[in-house]
């Protein structure tokens, strides 16, 4: 079964760090662009950052740059997001998804279920 799993998520306070994890399944992460997005309550969907085949060039949303930082393991199939100055409006819940490319256009092929960020004092 091919999918995508995200952990790391949890209670942070604002000014902490997080790192999420997106590992896959039975597909090869290197084939694929990842992006991470993320969705805060009663607020669309958004697009945090997204990395290129083979851990490429990333790029980021402008209200997360210099905050966030997406890498890719590729031995280990998996790609994180190192987010750090965490503030309360980041809360969200985050979602991986792999895609063909980091174009805005390109379709989704996998969404990973999520995993919750809280930023709170």
């Known amino acids: 079964q091919r999918q995508l799993v995200e952990s790391g998520g949890g209670l942070v306070q604002p000014g902490g760090s997080l790192r999420l994890s997106c590992a896959a399944s039975?597909?090869?992460?290197?084939?694929?662009?990842i992006g991470w997005f993320r969705q805060a309550p009663g607020k669309e969907r958004e697009g945090v950052s997204c990395i290129s085949r083979s851990g490429g060039s990333g790029n980021y949303a402008d209200s997360v740059k210099g905050r966030f930082t997406i890498s890719g393991d590729y031995t280990k199939n998996t790609v994180y997001l190192r987010m750090n100055s965490l503030k309360p409006e980041d809360t969200a819940v985050y979602y991986c998804?792999?895609?063909?490319?980091?174009?805005?256009?390109?379709?989704?092929?996998?969404w990973g279920k999520g995993t919750l960020v809280t930023v709170s004092s």
């Open positions: 998804a792999a895609k063909s490319s980091c174009n805005t256009i390109a379709t989704v092929d996998y």
């Open positions: 039975g597909l090869t992460l290197d084939y694929y662009a």
